[in-house]
């Protein structure tokens, strides 16, 4: 079954450059979402989309903007990039009716 | 948003039933209980989810009380292969928020 796709799976940024990350949902999943784990850290909630439109915000940075496009992907972006930036970023699709979100492997960045 | 609270880390002995424990006595009547495990840094993987019966599927059981305040997710036969940090989340609309999760370790 198809799954949740990142891209890349691993980036190493210099401090205040820019990184865009990409998440290709389960196809016909219609709300994204996108999380950030720090190193001994928990998944910390960034920003959802539903149909394409911000449903949701967590503590996300104002550096950082994602959005989700008419294929329904979604690309977070990141600029100003600091070292605390460093962590796995985690992609999650759903279904809104059905509820359960299904997590994509991550992104680990790394910024030197 | 509801809160849960979990131990930070249990054993278990390989086999043996794992029950990990959660309280969210601040969930409202239409939210989702839901659990998560991670394996290392992994994508976290979903185990199940309940409102308020008890659920079991392949995976897992859910033990929701009846007040729902609390559950209690038991993994029947645990494994060395179920060695990971659970989560328990109540589910907020457009949003999973993962509290600080149990260390499950599974001993041979």
């Known amino acids: 079954a198809a799954g949740v796709i990142q891209s890349p799976r691993h980036l190493i940024k210099e401090k205040r450059e820019t990184a865009t990350l990409k998440c290709y949902p389960i196809?016909?999943?219609?709300?994204v979402y996108w999380y950030q784990q720090g190193p001994g850290q928990d998944p910390q909630f960034l920003i959802s989309?539903?149909?394409?439109?911000?449903?949701d915000k967590g503590s996300i940075p104002d550096r950082f903007s994602a959005q989700q496009f008419s294929d329904y992907h979604s690309e977070l972006n990141m600029s100003s990039l600091e070292l605390g930036d460093s962590a796995l970023y985690f992609c999650?699709?759903?279904?809104?009716?059905?509820?359960?979100?299904?997590f994509g492997q991550g992104t680990r960045l790394t910024v030197v | 948003d509801a809160k849960t609270t979990q131990p930070t880390s249990m054993d278990c002995a390989e086999g043996r039933a794992a029950n990990l424990p959660c309280n969210h006595s601040t969930i409202s009547g239409n939210e989702y209980v839901y659990w998560y495990r991670q394996i290392h840094s992994q994508g976290p993987q979903y185990i199940i989810h309940g409102l308020k019966n008890n659920e079991t599927n392949e995976m897992a059981s859910l033990i929701i009380t009846e007040d729902r305040k609390s559950s209690t997710l038991i993994l029947p036969h645990a494994t060395l292969r179920d060695t990971a940090v659970y989560y328990c989340i109540v589910r907020n609309a457009y949003k999973y928020i993962f509290g600080t999760g149990t260390r499950l370790k599974v001993l041979a």
């Open positions: 196809p016909r999943h219609d709300t």
């Open positions: 999650a699709s759903s279904l809104i009716g059905a509820g359960i979100a299904f």
């Open positions: 989309f539903y149909e394409k439109m911000q449903s």
